[in-house]
């Protein structure tokens, strides 16, 4: 891997199925070790419950108010700075529970496929 800044294209942002926006800001085939996603949630609304078969995901909140369940954890509120660890296999969900939107990162290892995905609700 060589030296670089990615600057993502935020017209790629798209809306998911699990009711949030996603926008890929890292990943290449070259990086086996990580996926990064910033990952948007409107006021009042809580993602779908699902898990990731063999990925391990961390949410790091960077605006706004959540209230996220993990496994047997939660809800438990989260703010800016806070990180969530989601180990694979563990069905997970964040709620929306402030006035402006929520925005995390979603920190991916190994890297993020669609295949990993399951919906759970």
């Known amino acids: 891997m060589q030296p670089l800044v990615r600057r993502p294209d935020p017209t790629t942002e ?31 609304v809580t993602t779908q419950w699902h898990r990731l078969h063999g990925v391990d995901e961390r949410y790091l909140i960077v605006q ?7 496994g047997d954890l939660g809800p438990e509120t989260v703010r800016p700075g806070d990180v969530v660890v989601i180990p694979a296999e563990t069905r997970q969900r964040i709620t929306n529970i402030g006035e402006d939107e929520l925005v995390f990162y979603c920190i991916c290892s190994p890297p993020f496929v669609p295949e990993c995905y399951e919906a759970l609700d």
Not at 18 to 39: M, N
Not at 64 to 70: A, N, Q, R
């Open 64 to 70: 706004g108010t959540g209230s996220v369940e993990v």
């Open 14 to 44: 798209y809306m998911t199925p699990e009711r949030c926006r996603i926008l890929e800001t890292w990943g290449r085939p070259d990086d086996d070790a990580v996926s990064i996603a910033r990952a948007t949630v409107e006021t009042g």
